[in-house]
């Protein structure tokens, strides 16, 4: 055992298993502590930061693997780019958890340091255009509802804090051997459960003040890799939407939700195909989201940054990954996907390449991929107001909190996990959905082309979800509310509170060592 404990690879690609074991499906969330206890393990037993760093990254690629491995379905080259770089970057925090461990002799202190340089790489890594929010390890415990309600007050990296927080004193526990610190131990390890234990027994869904809206969402089970999902056209795509939805709604239908992509292809907000489903919308007496393509024009003098020229007009434009808002009396309008996948989507920091190419050497324009939507546009009836967010967009609870902000009454999700394949993709990405319902107190009606779709009650209950791979459709309700959970009101306050005491006693232990020196 002492061998297996003091061999520096051992340890690494351990933790790396425990980690990638935790997370949806598998769902082994509490082997997260035990790895963080290895690898803090792992940073005491190597002699310096490089050397940490070349050992740990081993583990990381593990846990990214396991994770993520699913990426790879898209596009070989961009999935194991994104693991091998994620990667690196994970052995940052580690290794600053080293520095404070080195600097510091208060078991305790360092406990929160450590904690502090984690929380605060996830959640610097959910702000900037090379952003992979996938592997933060709130989600990994996504599925275990009962004891993760406090992330209401927190947000889910509250659930990264906890667990990191309790594997660092164990840790320092198990080098001191003092008992304060298995105490204060113990104390994080069971505080935060039991909070969210009593706030899971008083979560009220629904109320009986709380207004039911009635959604029809459409699985309509098209072939990704496929143009046209593999039909003759968009016309036979629109049929089979048409076909399936007729069949699930009922009179009482308040809304129809197709998943990203459902029109195969990219149109105008004023093309023949945005018209057809308005037709629908008017004859059925209900509104629509749907994802498509979008084209968008600029006037000729615009600052946007731009894909290129329409032919017969010249006007600028750009290409969007979008969701139409069709409301019952036929008004057309859409939201604009803001949060893109790097390399995938968008090329990352274009804008500030486009800003430093002051020579115009290359038109940064034509390459930059989908255009980025920058504003938190919303349907809007006079019964409710819900987002359209798009994949990718379900992951970034602080651009959710914009809408929430705004009265959106419950949530809409439209994705297309089909990319992936059957793989652990699409089990992480539904399960994820029921923290955002957590954290905003919010009901989330989700429409996936592949699957999973389903209905997510505010405390993060599941109350409808389809099987994968299947065509189908279902009518059920979600609830209105107009709450204001804490994480709503204050944001990330954790974190930036995480990334204020590193920096302190990072500047502090700086200045000590030159104090030192003099």
Same mark, same amino acid.
């Given at each position: 055992?002492?061998?297996?404990?003091?061999?520096?690879? !051992?340890?690494?690609?351990?933790?790396?298993?425990?980690?990638?074991?935790? @997370?949806?499906?598998? =769902?082994?969330?509490?082997?997260?502590?035990?790895?963080?206890?290895?690898?803090?393990?792992?940073?005491?037993?190597?002699?310096?930061?490089?050397?940490?760093? *070349? *050992?740990?990254?081993?583990?990381? /690629?593990?846990?990214?693997?396991?994770?993520? *491995?699913?990426?790879?379905?898209?596009?070989?080259?961009?999935?194991?780019?994104?693991?091998?770089?994620?990667?690196?970057?994970?052995?940052?925090?580690?290794?600053?958890?080293?520095?404070?461990?080195?600097?510091?002799?208060?078991?305790?202190?360092?406990?929160?340091?450590?904690?502090?340089?984690?929380?605060?790489?996830?959640?610097?890594?959910?702000?900037?255009?090379?952003?992979?929010?996938?592997?933060?390890?709130?989600?990994?415990?996504?599925?275990?509802?009962?004891?993760?309600?406090?992330?209401?007050?927190?947000?889910?990296?509250?659930?990264?804090?906890?667990?990191?927080?309790?594997?660092?004193?164990?840790?320092?526990?198990?080098?001191?051997?003092?008992?304060?610190?298995?105490?204060?131990?113990?104390?994080?390890? !069971?505080?935060?459960?039991?909070?969210?234990? !009593?706030?899971?027994?008083?979560?009220?869904?629904?109320?009986?003040?709380?207004?039911?809206?009635? %959604?029809?969402?459409?699985?309509?089970?098209?072939?990704?890799?496929?143009?046209?999902?593999?039909?003759?056209?968009?016309?036979? /795509?629109?049929?089979?939407?048409?076909?399936?939805?007729?069949?699930?709604?009922?009179?009482?239908?308040?809304?129809?939700?197709?998943? #990203?992509?459902?029109?195969?292809?990219?149109?105008?907000?004023?093309?023949?195909?945005?018209?057809?489903?308005?037709?629908?919308?008017?004859?059925?007496?209900?509104?629509?989201?749907?994802?498509?393509?979008?084209?968008?024009?600029?006037? #000729?003098?615009?600052?946007?940054?731009?894909?290129?020229?329409?032919?017969?007009?010249?006007?600028?434009?750009?290409?969007? =990954?979008?969701?139409?808002?069709? $409301?019952?009396?036929?008004?057309?309008?859409?939201?604009?996907?803001?949060?893109?996948?790097?390399? /995938?989507?968008?090329?990352?920091?274009?804008?500030?390449?486009?800003?430093?190419?002051?020579?115009?050497?290359?038109?940064?324009?034509?390459?930059?991929?989908?255009?980025?939507?920058?504003?938190?546009?919303? &349907?809007?009836?006079?019964?409710?107001?819900?987002?359209?967010?798009?994949?990718?967009?379900? !992951?970034?609870?602080?651009?959710?909190?914009?809408?929430?902000?705004?009265?959106?009454?419950?949530?809409?999700?439209?994705?297309?996990?089909?990319?992936?394949?059957?793989?652990?993709?699409?089990?992480?990405?539904?399960?994820?959905?029921?923290?955002?319902?957590? #954290?905003?107190?919010?009901?989330?009606?989700?429409?996936?082309?592949?699957?999973?779709?389903?209905?997510?009650?505010?405390?993060? #209950?599941?109350?409808? $979800?389809?099987?994968?791979?299947?065509?189908?459709? @279902?009518?059920?309700?979600?609830?209105?509310?107009?709450?204001?959970?804490? *994480?709503?009101?204050?944001?990330?306050?954790?974190?930036?509170?995480?990334?204020? &005491?590193?920096?302190?006693?990072?500047?502090?232990? $700086?200045?000590? $060592?030159?104090?030192? %020196?003099?």
């Amino acid at each position: 055992m002492n061998t297996w404990f003091g061999n520096k690879w !051992v340890i690494s690609i351990s933790a790396g298993i425990l980690l990638g074991l935790s @997370f949806p499906p598998i =769902n082994l969330s509490f082997l997260s502590i035990p790895a963080f206890i290895l690898l803090f393990h792992l940073a005491q037993k190597c002699d310096s930061y490089r050397q940490l760093a *070349y *050992y740990s990254y081993a583990g990381f /690629v593990v846990w990214n693997l396991i994770g993520t *491995y699913w990426l790879m379905m898209a596009s070989l080259p961009a999935g194991v780019a994104a693991i091998l770089a994620n990667s690196v970057l994970m052995t940052i925090p580690l290794c600053l958890g080293k520095y404070f461990s080195d600097k510091s002799r208060s078991p305790i202190l360092i406990a929160v340091l450590q904690t502090s340089a984690w929380v605060g790489y996830e959640f610097l890594h959910h702000n900037w255009d090379l952003s992979w929010t996938w592997l933060a390890l709130g989600n990994a415990w996504a599925n275990w509802i009962g004891i993760i309600q406090y992330i209401s007050v927190t947000g889910f990296l509250g659930i990264s804090f906890w667990v990191v927080l309790s594997a660092a004193l164990t840790y320092q526990f198990i080098l001191h051997k003092q008992k304060s610190i298995i105490y204060a131990a113990i104390g994080i390890f !069971v505080f935060f459960p039991a909070w969210s234990i !009593v706030l899971y027994s008083i979560s009220d869904t629904p109320s009986s003040s709380e207004e039911p809206i009635e %959604v029809a969402i459409i699985q309509p089970n098209h072939d990704s890799y496929l143009d046209y999902g593999g039909m003759s056209g968009l016309s036979e /795509v629109m049929d089979s939407l048409f076909s399936l939805t007729s069949r699930t709604i009922t009179p009482n239908t308040d809304l129809v939700i197709w998943p #990203e992509n459902a029109i195969d292809g990219a149109i105008f907000l004023n093309s023949r195909t945005a018209y057809q489903i308005a037709d629908s919308a008017r004859s059925w007496n209900t509104n629509f989201i749907t994802g498509t393509g979008l084209f968008k024009t600029y006037e #000729e003098n615009t600052k946007e940054l731009y894909r290129g020229k329409l032919q017969n007009s010249g006007l600028p434009y750009n290409y969007f =990954n979008a969701a139409l808002f069709i $409301k019952k009396d036929g008004s057309i309008s859409d939201y604009e996907k803001a949060n893109l996948v790097p390399i /995938v989507e968008r090329l990352p920091f274009v804008e500030f390449f486009n800003t430093i190419d002051v020579f115009g050497w290359v038109d940064w324009g034509s390459i930059q991929q989908f255009g980025k939507g920058k504003t938190p546009d919303m &349907l809007t009836t006079d019964r409710f107001k819900t987002p359209g967010l798009i994949c990718y967009d379900s !992951v970034y609870p602080s651009w959710i909190r914009e809408f929430v902000q705004r009265d959106a009454s419950f949530l809409t999700i439209i994705t297309n996990d089909g990319w992936w394949g059957d793989t652990s993709g699409h089990h992480q990405h539904f399960a994820y959905a029921r923290l955002r319902a957590i #954290e905003f107190d919010r009901w989330i009606a989700r429409s996936a082309n592949n699957g999973f779709s389903g209905i997510i009650a505010s405390n993060g #209950e599941i109350k409808h $979800k389809t099987d994968y791979w299947i065509r189908t459709g @279902f009518s059920g309700h979600v609830y209105n509310r107009d709450t204001q959970t804490l *994480y709503t009101r204050f944001g990330n306050w954790l974190p930036i509170f995480c990334l204020v &005491l590193f920096g302190v006693f990072f500047g502090y232990f $700086k200045l000590r $060592k030159e104090d030192q %020196v003099k």
